[in-house]
C-alpha cells in the first residue's frame, strides 16, 4: 500500500510538473491570416497592420511573443490616448486568442497527450494515493499528526502551496494569455462538450471540477462511517460535476448562453448585468426560465430552504466554492482564526461586500430600464471594481489561495455576500441550530479547532448553549470531532433554539445560569 | 483593586482590609477555574487569585492527549482566550505553593514569596498513583495527568521500540491511543479480569477490548507487573511481569488511578484522609478554606451510589459551580448533584453513562442489553424491580442528556423507554435508525410487541424530532 500511495504522490507531482512547465513548451509564429481570424470586423484592418512586423518570426517563448506584441498593441493605442481619439483605441483583449493561434509545437499537435501527461497524471496520482489511505483502519476521526504535517500546519510545504495556487490565479485572472499552451490542451475536450474551443474558464472549470471529485474522494476515505459527510461530499460533488461544469457547457452546444442554474445573485454577482439579461431574454422559453428561476432562488428558494434546513442547504451542499473548500481545502480547514477580532471583522467585511453587491446590482439595472447616460459611467465603473477587487482578487487569489494560511473558507467567511444574505436568514428565522447536549463538554477544543468557519464552538457548548451563528455553513465536522457527543446539527422548533442563559443539567444545588 | 494587584505582582504581603476580600484559589483546573468564574459573575469586584504552578493559564486537561497526537496545539485546549483573565478581573500567578501558614491566613510560594488570603479555595487536583513497584521512578516511567507529564512523555517517547501501558482505566487507554498514533507498538497490562471492570459490566468491558485489540495493541488482561527494569544508566529498559516473563520496552505509562494532590498539607491542622474532607457545603474543617474537585474528600457521600471522591471533569465544574453560590450568597446551599453522567470515549468508540449502571447486577434489577452486529454499537437499559429507569450505558451511540436526566428521574419503565429512544438519539443526521434494530430486539427477548414509530415524509424532510 505504501508503494501504492509513493507512486501516486510522484505521479501527482509529474503532473503538476508539467502542468506547469507545459505553457512554455513550443514556438510561436504569428501570420497575418490568424489576426485576420480571430479580431473583430471593425478592428481587422488596423491589426493586421499593426502587427505586421510579426508576421513570420519565429518566437521561441511566449514571453517574447507576447511582449512584442504588446509593444505593437500598446504604441497604436497610446499614440491614439495621445490624441484623446478614444472611439479608436482599441479596448479589446487580442493577446490571449492570438497568442493561442500562434502557438506551434508538440501541445498544438497532440493536445490530448499533454492533457494525459498533466492533469491526467495528476488525477491517477491522487487517486493512487487517495484509495488506499486508512485502508484496515478503523472508521473515525483522522485526524492523528494535523499540526505536525509541513502541509496542514503551515509549514514549508503548506507555504509553497499557497503560493502557486495565488500565483496560478494572479496569471488566469489577469495574464491569461501565459496560460494558452494549458487552454490548447483542452480544445479537444471543450469542442466535444459545447462545440466551441476552450478558453481559460473552460480549463478552470476542469481543473477545479477534478479537484473536487478527487478530493471529494478522499472526504469518503477520510470520514468513512460519517453518513453526513458522506452525502454532503456527494451532493457537491454532483452539482459542481453537472450544474457549475456540463449543463453550461451542453446549453452552449445548443446556442445557449452559459448557465449555472445553482449559482445564486448576489454570488452570482453578474446575473442583472446588461449582456446576461440580454442574453436570457433572447434564448426563448429556456432563457425565460433562467431569469424566472434565478429570480425565484433569490426571492424565495434562499429564505425557505434556509427557514428549515440552514444556510448549508447552500453553503456546503451546493456551492461550487463551498464544494471546492469541503474537498481541497479540508486539510486546511483547522487553520481559520477564532479570535474575537477576526469575527468582528468578518462582519464588517462580509455585510460590506454584500451592500457593495446590491448597491450595483440596483444601479445596474436603474441603468438597464432608464438607459441614462451618466448612470452606464458609473455601472461601468462598479462593475469594474466589484469584477477585480472581489471577484477575482478576493474570491479567487484570496479565496483559494490563502487555504493553506487562513483556512478553506476565507471567502466564504469574509467576502461572499451570498453567504451573508443566507446567514442573516439563518440566524434570525431558522429552525436550524447545533444543539448542545447538557453538561456532557469537556472544553477539549477539538470543535472550535475544526471549525472552517473560526466560530469558537467550544464558548457555547461549554456553557451548554446552542449554536446559532450566522457564518455557520452546517458542515458537521465540529459534531464529527467531538469526543464526547456534545454537538450535533438539526432541525428544529424555533422556541428553544436560541438560549441565551443555558442551564447545565446535572447540578441540582442550584439553578445555575451561565 | 490596582492596588492589590501591584501587591500581588510584587509577592509582598497585603494591608489586612483588603487580605480580608481576597480569595484565593490554588488550581487553575475546572475546578477552581468555574469557581473563579461564577464568583465574579455575582461580584463584579471581589478581588480573586487564582494560582497554579503547572501552567500559566486554564487548559482543558482532558485534551492532553490530543497534543500528543497532532490534532490540536497546546494553545487551542485553552477554554478561554489570554484576555479573558483581564477582563475578567481574574488575577493569574503562575508558582508552586510550597506551605500553607493557615494561623495567618498566608500562602508560601517555593521561590520565598508570600502572599495572604482572605478565602481559601483549595483546587489542586490529582496525581497519578504508584504502588511501589521496583524502578517506577525510572526515566521515562510515568503517569499521565498533568502538562509537565505530557512534555516529559513527548520526551521519553521519541524513536521507542515499544511502550507498556499498565492499568486498565481511563487514562490508561487514552495513553496507548496516544501512542498508538505515533505508531509506537503498545503492550497494555491489565490487572482484571475485564477492561475496566470495576465500572463496565462485561457485555461493555469485553466491547472495549475488542476494540483496542483491533488497533493492534498487544492487550493482556489478568495480568500483573512485577518490576520495571532498569538499563544501568537510570533508565528504563523493560517490565518484568509477576509470571515472570520480561518484556522490552523504553517507555512505562503508570496509570493506576489518581489521589488527591495534597501532599502541601500533610502534617498541618487541615482535616485530610485520602483527600481533603469536607462537609457538603465544601466547608474544610478551618474557617474560611473550602476545597472542591479532585483533591476534596467528602466525609458523607453527596448521594446513594455517590463516591467520597469526585475525580471526573462534571463534578468538578459543578463543586465550583456550588462554593462559588456560597461564598456569595448568605443562605448556603448543600452540594446536590443531580443525575449522574459521565462520557469518555475508546478510541473510535463513544460511550455515555445516564444514571447509575453497577458492573454487577443488583439484586432484583434487571437488564437489557442490545448490541448491534458490528460489535460496536450497544446500549444497556438497567431497571429495578418497579421497572423504572436506573441508568444506561450508550457505545458508540449519542444519546439526549436531557432526554434521560429526566426519564431517570422520573423513572420511566422499559416500554416507555425504549419506544421513545427515537427522541433520545443524538447521533448525526442520515445515521443508521438503530432504535429500530433494538426495538426489534427488545420485542423479541421480551415478548413485546412495541411498534417502531413512524414519522411521515414531512417530518422526515424538515427533521422534526417528534
Known amino acids: ?514 | 483593586m490596582l492596588f492589590l494587584i501591584e501587591k500581588i505582582e510584587s509577592g509582598r504581603i497585603f494591608p489586612m482590609n483588603e487580605i480580608s476580600k481576597n480569595i484565593v484559589i490554588i488550581g487553575n483546573g475546572i475546578s477552581g477555574v468555574t469557581c473563579a468564574r461564577n464568583i465574579r459573575k455575582r461580584d463584579q469586584k471581589v478581588p480573586i487569585t487564582i494560582i497554579s504552578g503547572e501552567t500559566a493559564h486554564f487548559f482543558s486537561r482532558t485534551a492532553l492527549m490530543y497534543i500528543y497526537m497532532g490534532h490540536m496545539k497546546y494553545e487551542h485546549t485553552k477554554p478561554y482566550a489570554d484576555d479573558f483573565w483581564k477582563k475578567n478581573g481574574l488575577r493569574l500567578h503562575q508558582a508552586w505553593v510550597s506551605s500553607v501558614d493557615f494561623a495567618n491566613k498566608r500562602l508560601v510560594f517555593q521561590n520565598g514569596e508570600e502572599m495572604g488570603y482572605g478565602q481559601l479555595i483549595l483546587a489542586t487536583g490529582s496525581i497519578p498513583n504508584k504502588f511501589g513497584w521496583p524502578g517506577e521512578n525510572l526515566e521515562g516511567v510515568q503517569g499521565l495527568y498533568s502538562y509537565p507529564d505530557l512534555l516529559s512523555m513527548e520526551k521519553h517517547t521519541q524513536s521507542i521500540s515499544r511502550a507498556v501501558v499498565v492499568g486498565g482505566g481511563l487514562i490508561g487507554i487514552e495513553m496507548v491511543e496516544m501512542l498508538c498514533s505515533r505508531n509506537i507498538p503498545v503492550t497494555f497490562i491489565v490487572r482484571e479480569k475485564g477492561f475496566w471492570d470495576n465500572v463496565l459490566p462485561d457485555e461493555e468491558a469485553n466491547l472495549v477490548s475488542r476494540h483496542i485489540r483491533e488497533h493492534h495493541v498487544d492487550l493482556r488482561m489478568e495480568t500483573e507487573l512485577a518490576a520495571i527494569l532498569d538499563d544501568g544508566k537510570g533508565r528504563v529498559k523493560g517490565v518484568q511481569l509477576a509470571n515472570g516473563e520480561i518484556i522490552d520496552c523504553g517507555f512505562v505509562g503508570l496509570t493506576v488511578g489518581v489521589s488527591p494532590n495534597i501532599s502541601v498539607f500533610k502534617g498541618t491542622e487541615l482535616e485530610t484522609s485520602r483527600g481533603i474532607l469536607v462537609d457538603e457545603t465544601f466547608q474544610t474543617n478551618i474557617p474560611d478554606v473550602y476545597a472542591i474537585g479532585d483533591c476534596a474528600e467528602f466525609k458523607i457521600p453527596p448521594g446513594p451510589d455517590r463516591k467520597n471522591i469526585e475525580q471526573v471533569w462534571y463534578t468538578g465544574r459543578m463543586h465550583g459551580e456550588t462554593l462559588a453560590f456560597n461564598l456569595m450568597n448568605k443562605n448556603q446551599v448543600s452540594y446536590q448533584p443531580g443525575i449522574w453522567f459521565n462520557s469518555a470515549k475508546f478510541f473510535d468508540i463513544e460511550y455515555q453513562t445516564y444514571g447509575h449502571v453497577p458492573p454487577k447486577l443488583r439484586e432484583g434489577d434487571w437488564t437489557f442489553y442490545w448490541e448491534d452486529s458490528s460489535g460496536k454499537i450497544a446500549l444497556r437499559l438497567l431497571f429495578n424491580q418497579q421497572d423504572q429507569l436506573l441508568g444506561i450505558n450508550a457505545f458508540g451511540w449519542r444519546m439526549r442528556h436531557a432526554f434521560f436526566d429526566r426519564a431517570i428521574t422520573e423513572g420511566w419503565e422499559a416500554d416507555k423507554v425504549v419506544s421513545r429512544l427515537h427522541q433520545a438519539s443524538f447521533n448525526p443526521e442520515f445515521y443508521k435508525d438503530l432504535h429500530k434494530l433494538l426495538i426489534v430486539a427488545y420485542n423479541k427477548e421480551k415478548g413485546k410487541s412495541i411498534r417502531v414509530p413512524k414519522r411521515s415524509f414531512i417530518q422526515k424532510l424538515i427533521g422534526s424530532r417528534a
Open chain 1, 1 to 514: 500500500m505504501k508503494f501504492l500511495q509513493n507512486t501516486g504522490l510522484t505521479l501527482f507531482v509529474i503532473g503538476l510538473v508539467i502542468f506547469t512547465v507545459i505553457p512554455l513548451l513550443g514556438t510561436w509564429k504569428l501570420e497575418s491570416s490568424m489576426v485576420a481570424e480571430n479580431t473583430k470586423e471593425m478592428h481587422r484592418e488596423v491589426m493586421v497592420e499593426i502587427l505586421d512586423p510579426m508576421y513570420d518570426k519565429t518566437y521561441h517563448s511566449h514571453f517574447a511573443f507576447i511582449s512584442d506584441f504588446y509593444s505593437h498593441f500598446n504604441a497604436y493605442n497610446d499614440s491614439l490616448k495621445a490624441e484623446e481619439k478614444w472611439d479608436q483605441v482599441i479596448w479589446d483583449d487580442y493577446a490571449f486568442p492570438l497568442t493561442k493561434r500562434a502557438s506551434v509545437g508538440p501541445v498544438p499537435s497532440s493536445p490530448l497527450l499533454f492533457l494525459f501527461l498533466s492533469i491526467g497524471l495528476a488525477v491517477l496520482g491522487g487517486l493512487l494515493y487517495i484509495l488506499p489511505l486508512y485502508r484496515n483502519e478503523t472508521a473515525g476521526i483522522k485526524n492523528d499528526g494535523i499540526y505536525f504535517s509541513s502541509m496542514k500546519a503551515r509549514g514549508w510545504l503548506g507555504i509553497v502551496t499557497g503560493t502557486y495556487l495565488i500565483g496560478f490565479y494572479i496569471i488566469l485572472y489577469w495574464y491569461p494569455e501565459y496560460l494558452t499552451n494549458l487552454v490548447i490542451m483542452v480544445d479537444p475536450l471543450s469542442q466535444f462538450l459545447s462545440g466551441g474551443p476552450a478558453s481559460q474558464w473552460f480549463l478552470y472549470g476542469l481543473v477545479y471540477t477534478l479537484a473536487i471529485l478527487v478530493m471529494g474522494i478522499r472526504m469518503f476515505r477520510k470520514y468513512r462511517g460519517n453518513s453526513y459527510q458522506t452525502i454532503r461530499t456527494v451532493s457537491v460533488m454532483f452539482f459542481q460535476l453537472s450544474f457549475a461544469f456540463l449543463i453550461p457547457e451542453i446549453l452552449v452546444l445548443f446556442n445557449m448562453p452559459w448557465h449555472d442554474f445553482k449559482n445564486i445573485w448576489p454570488l452570482d454577482y453578474s446575473f442583472f448585468y446588461e449582456y446576461r439579461l440580454e442574453g436570457m431574454l433572447n434564448s426563448g422559453a429556456l432563457g425565460m426560465f433562467m431569469l424566472v428561476w434565478g429570480i425565484l432562488l433569490i426571492i424565495i428558494g434562499v429564505p425557505i430552504f434556509t427557514y428549515f434546513y440552514g444556510k448549508r442547504w447552500y453553503c456546503s451542499w451546493v456551492c461550487g466554492c463551498g464544494g471546492l473548500a469541503e474537498t481541497l481545502g479540508d486539510p486546511y480547514r483547522q487553520l481559520s482564526d477564532k479570535s474575537l477580532k477576526s469575527w468582528k471583522i468578518e462582519r464588517y467585511l462580509v455585510h460590506g461586500v454584500l451592500v457593495f453587491a446590491v448597491v450595483m446590482t440596483g444601479v445596474t439595472l436603474a441603468n438597464y430600464f432608464m438607459e441614462f447616460g451618466l448612470l452606464g459611467e458609473a455601472t461601468n465603473q462598479l462593475h469594474s471594481i466589484y469584477g477585480f477587487a472581489i471577484g477575482s482578487a478576493f474570491a479567487g487569489v484570496i479565496g483559494t489561495g490563502f487555504y493553506p494560511f487562513m483556512g478553506n473558507r476565507v471567502w466564504c467567511r469574509f467576502g461572499c455576500p451570498l453567504a451573508a444574505y443566507l446567514g442573516i436568514v439563518q440566524r434570525f428565522k431558522s429552525r436550524f441550530r447545533i444543539t448542545t447536549n447538557g453538561g456532557q463538554c469537556i472544553s477539549c477544543g477539538n470543535c472550535s479547532t475544526y471549525c472552517e468557519m473560526g466560530i469558537d464552538v467550544r464558548w457555547y457548548a461549554q456553557r451548554g448553549q446552542n449554536i446559532v451563528r450566522s457564518s455557520c455553513v452546517g458542515c458537521g465536522v465540529c459534531s464529527a470531532v467531538c469526543p464526547r457527543g456534545v454537538l450535533k446539527l438539526e432541525n428544529g422548533e424555533e422556541s428553544g433554539r436560541i438560549n441565551d442563559m443555558p442551564i447545565i443539567i446535572g447540578n441540582n444545588s442550584i439553578n445555575l445560569k451561565s
